[in-house]
């Protein structure tokens, strides 16, 4: 008889349910990070697109009425509008801010 080395059956099955059960644990624990990463990347976009006002500011001696008026003199691109989160940036004396995607 030959002697040929490799897996059994039993030995792929154990690995196979070893590779399941990592798998069910850490995609929970991926999903829950996304959210904490969005909301990061969303208070890091908060205080730059803050510096932009501050430099619109500087130059026209007012704040600007919106975040369309950053965009059109372009201070911030179109993608610079709004979070990964979907929260979009507002201004509101000067202080840029997400608007709440909550209903009353």
């Given at each position: 008889?030959?002697?040929?080395?490799?897996?059994?059956?039993?030995?792929?099955?154990?690995?196979?349910?070893?590779?399941?059960?990592?798998?069910?644990?850490?995609?929970?624990?991926?999903?829950?990070?996304?959210?904490?990463?969005?909301?990061?990347?969303?208070?890091?976009?908060?205080?730059?697109?803050?510096?932009?006002?501050?430099?619109?500011?500087?130059?026209?001696?007012?704040?600007?009425?919106?975040?369309?008026?950053?965009?059109?003199?372009?201070?911030?691109?179109?993608?610079?509008?709004?979070?990964?989160?979907?929260?979009?940036?507002?201004?509101?004396?000067?202080?840029?801010?997400?608007a709440s995607t909550e209903n009353p």
């Amino acid at each position: 008889m030959n002697n040929e080395k490799g897996f059994t059956l039993i030995e792929m099955m154990i690995v196979l349910v070893v590779i399941s059960i990592l798998l069910i644990v850490t995609i929970p624990n991926i999903t829950k990070h996304n959210s904490k990463i969005n909301d990061t990347g969303c208070e890091a976009l908060t205080k730059m697109v803050q510096a932009e006002v501050q430099s619109y500011y500087m130059e026209h001696k007012e704040y600007p009425a919106s975040i369309s008026a950053l965009k059109e003199d372009n201070y911030i691109t179109e993608e610079q509008e709004q979070c990964t989160n979907g929260k979009e940036l507002i201004i509101t004396d000067g202080v840029v801010t997400t608007a709440s995607t909550e209903n009353p």
